[in-house]
């Protein structure tokens, strides 16, 4: 199956696994509940387009623009989204485990409550994103960009963050056991309450950031002119 233009497609349930659909216009398409395992969508059109409790596991999403979609309870669990823009989407609840999203643009998405563990977030832009209890366990988050966004609560255990950018970031009460922020910049960056037990924070930029009530300990790297620097 190949479309080339199918804006506002009623798609609610179709099974269109390992479809090509790719550099189709699916602009306001329907795919809630749709079944798209292993399917096609490189370079599609989808935006303001609905995959509410959609399947996409293993799809391959690469340069798509999901841009201001809605993919709440949605699967993309392993699939394939370098280059994707989802920039003021909503995947609430949606589950990226595992997903490939080196440069993906996430800028003022909303993903509260997501799983991303196990992710390759490389480079990914998360600029002013809501990632309230999020699970970012394990993922690969070097040189990415979480300037401005909400942290609060989420999961970042075992999780790289190397060179990333979180100036101004509310990381509060966030987990951050064994997190690797080597060289990121936290300038601003609200801590308080965040678990940074075993974290490497070598030469990480902490002017003015507010370190009340976390948990640093046994934290890594971390020098008195660092702490100096932060508002502890």
Request: glycine fraction near 6%; proline fraction near 0%; hydrophobic fraction near 40%.
């Amino acid at each position: 199956m190949q479309l080339a233009s199918v804006t506002r497609a009623d798609l609610k349930g179709a099974e269109l696994s390992k479809t090509s659909l790719k550099g189709t216009i699916l602009q306001g398409a329907n795919f809630t509940d749709a079944r798209l395992t292993g399917t096609d969508l490189s370079n599609a059109d989808l935006r303001g387009t609905v995959f509410t409790r959609a399947i996409l596991n293993s799809a391959e999403l690469s340069q798509a623009n999901f841009s201001r979609a809605k993919l709440n309870d949605a699967d993309l669990s392993s699939a394939t989204m370098t280059a994707s823009d989802f920039s003021e989407a909503e995947l609430i609840r949606a589950n990226l485990s595992g997903g490939k999203l080196v440069r993906a643009l996430f800028r003022a998405a909303t993903l509260r409550n997501a799983r991303l563990n196990g992710a390759n977030l490389n480079g990914a832009s998360f600029w002013k994103a809501n990632l309230s209890e999020a699970d970012l366990s394990g993922a690969n988050l070097n040189n990415a960009d979480l300037s401005d966004a909400d942290l609060t609560e989420v999961n970042l255990t075992d999780s790289y963050l190397m060179r990333a950018k979180l100036g101004k970031a509310n990381l509060t009460d966030a987990k951050l056991l064994r997190t690797q922020l080597v060289g990121a910049d936290l300038k601003e960056t609200k801590l308080c309450g965040a678990d940074l037990t075993e974290a490497n924070l070598k030469e990480a930029y902490l002017k003015g950031a507010d370190l009340r009530r976390a948990k640093l300990k046994t934290s890594k790297g971390i020098t008195t002119l660092q702490l100096a620097e932060a508002n502890s």
